[in-house]
C-alpha cells in the first residue's frame, strides 16, 4: 500500500522559513507529479506547488518566490523549501501524488504562523 508520510511543520514566526518532508513508501518515479496542497480554517484546500517527473515545477501565485518544491528519486522524498512564511501561510498542508491511473495523499501537517 502506497503511503505518504509529512513532516517538518510547526510553529514559526513570520518572516520565518520551514522545510516539509514528505516521504514515500514507494519508488516516486511511478508519481507523474507530486503536489503540496494546503487548506486552512474555513476554507478549500488549494494547490501550492506541483513538480513533475519532467519540466518546471508550478506554483500558487501567493506563494511564488517565497517557496520552492523538489523531489529527491533517491530518498523517494519530495520537499517543500518555505521561506518568508506570512500569517495567512498558516494551514495544514497535504502531500499528493498521482500516478497514471491513481493519486495519494499523505495525513496533512500543521504549519502555523504566528507572533
Known amino acids: 500500500q502506497v503511503q505518504l508520510v509529512e513532516s517538518g511543520g510547526g510553529l514559526v514566526q513570520p518572516g520565518g522559513s520551514l522545510r516539509l518532508s514528505c516521504a514515500a513508501s514507494v519508488s516516486m518515479i511511478g508519481f507523474k507529479t507530486m503536489s503540496w496542497y494546503r487548506q486552512a480554517p474555513g476554507k478549500e484546500r488549494e494547490l501550492v506547488a506541483t513538480?513533475?517527473?519532467?519540466?518546471?515545477?508550478n506554483y500558487a501565485d501567493s506563494v511564488k518566490g517565497r517557496f520552492t518544491i523538489s523531489r529527491d528519486y533517491t530518498k523517494n522524498a519530495v520537499y517543500l523549501q518555505m521561506n518568508a512564511l506570512k500569517l495567512e501561510d498558516t494551514a495544514v498542508y497535504y502531500c499528493?501524488?498521482?500516478?497514471?491511473?491513481?493519486?495519494?495523499w499523505g495525513q496533512g501537517i500543521q504549519v502555523t504562523v504566528s507572533s
Open positions: 513538480i513533475p517527473t519532467t519540466g518546471t515545477a
Open positions: 499528493n501524488g498521482r500516478a497514471q491511473f491513481d493519486e495519494y
